[in-house]
């Protein structure tokens, strides 16, 4: 079993919808929580960075973390045809040397 | 942007054959890693180096190895390519930045191993 299970999707949905994307791990010592966005053929970019549980928030997106259930979560209001992409999850138990454990990928598209 | 750039950005060659991937950083960056992108396994650490000579393996280092002589290159070497090695090549530098260390990554390599 992987340390990170992310659904492949694919998730398709209408323009202007709350989108939820979803991570679960299970080595309980992960505490930094990123989410990279990925366009087809381009590198991944970085989206959200987040230490410990709780939730951050940066303009459409929202980032959430719950460590007690071992899953992560972001949410994208208002959702335009340019967020069509694929989403991964990482984590990592250190600061620092952060020697990252990826999710799988989501790939979203958002129907105009 | 990181100010990180890959060559070749893509490249085709022959099983049996040595194939070396560079990655260029502008920026100074300690820290570099060297991952792989598969479909049905994501991003994978191949190594990683945090500092000029010192590198250190990764989770799928076995047929790769790397050298750092300089800070701003990172190079990847194929010792001796296989099909299973066919996949996208992605280089990466952690950025320190508001309490956090963050990783930015390149614009890939696609290597095809035929």
């Known amino acids: 079993q992987k340390e990170v299970e992310q659904d492949p999707g694919p998730l398709s949905v209408p323009e202007g919808a709350i989108v939820s994307l979803n991570c679960t791990y299970s080595?309980?010592?992960?505490?930094?929580f990123m989410w990279y966005r990925q366009y087809s053929r381009k590198g991944p970019e970085l989206l959200m960075y987040?230490?410990?549980?709780g939730n951050k928030e940066d303009g459409r997106f929202t980032a959430q973390v719950d460590k007690s259930s071992k899953y992560i979560s972001l949410f994208i209001r208002d959702s335009q045809p340019s967020d069509s992409a694929t989403y991964l999850c990482?984590?990592?138990?250190?600061?620092?040397?952060?020697?990252?454990?990826f999710g799988t990928g989501t790939r979203l598209t958002i129907i105009p | 942007d990181a100010g990180i750039t890959q060559s070749p950005r893509h490249k085709v060659t022959e099983t049996g054959t040595p194939v070396t991937l560079r990655c260029h950083q502008t920026e100074n960056h300690r820290y570099m890693y060297w991952y792989r992108q598969d479909p049905g396994h994501g991003l994978r650490l191949i190594h990683y180096?945090?500092?000029?000579?010192?590198?250190d393996k990764g989770e799928v280092s076995d047929g790769y190895s790397v050298s750092r002589s300089k800070t701003e290159d990172f190079l990847l070497t194929l010792e001796s390519a296989t099909s299973s090695q066919t996949s996208v090549y992605f280089c990466a530098i952690s950025r320190v930045r508001d309490y956090s260390y963050e990783q930015y990554f390149g614009p890939g390599t696609r290597l095809t191993v035929t």
């Open positions: 987040t230490y410990s549980s």
């Open positions: 990482a984590m990592s138990a250190y600061f620092g040397n952060e020697k990252l454990t």
């Open positions: 080595n309980s010592a992960f505490q930094y």
């Open positions: 180096s945090y500092g000029v000579k010192d590198t």
